[in-house]
């Protein structure tokens, strides 16, 4: 018998505009690609149909780098998906956080450093991308708390050498932000 999902994971973007030390897509390199947004509202509509309870869009890429991603968020939600994301959140603006931040359930921060300095390294990014990251988030919480909206914010720390005394300093840097919560993942090369 055939049995359909209950939760999918969805890379919308094929694009990342950081090369994380610890990523796995290095293997098959970044070909900047899109999932076309009416054949992706197309599909989710579809899972709906068929029982999806939930859609995370995480993967190969930073999905809040495609063009459309609130339009595409915003669909799942309406279509009675709870809508999860995975983002660096450099590309999580006020904006954005604005038309779609109601439709999300919760969303998970990469930021694997507690210091910019660590972070550019690790993520292979302009340092400053670290308070960029934060701050996006920060004021993500600010207009969760003005509008009433239920989304849960956090971040996660893959735990490296490189990282690995600096996970009480982003700790403190989320709560300051107004997150909920903060993962520490060990990580193996072996």
Known sequence: KAIYPIYVEITPSGACNHRCTFCAVDYIGYKVRFLDTGMLKERVSEM???????????????PLLH????????HTKKA????????NATALTEKL????LGSVT?????????TAESYGKIHRTNPQHFDQALRNLAKAAEIRA???WKVTLGAQMVLLPENQ?????????????????VV???????
């Open 48 to 62: 709906a149909e068929k029982g999806v309870k939930s859609i995370m869009y995480a993967g190969e890429g930073e």
């Open 67 to 74: 063009k459309q991603i609130a339009e595409i968020i915003n």
């Open 80 to 87: 009675g998906i709870d809508v999860a994301i995975t983002t």
């Open 97 to 100: 956080a604005e038309e779609a």
């Open 106 to 114: 919760w969303l998970k921060a990469s930021i694997n450093a507690g």
């Open 146 to 148: 003005k509008k009433g």
């Open 165 to 181: 005394n600096e996970a009480t300093n982003l700790a403190q840097r989320a709560k300051d932000a107004g997150l909920d919560y």
């Open 184 to 190: 520490i993942k060990p990580y193996s090369q072996h």
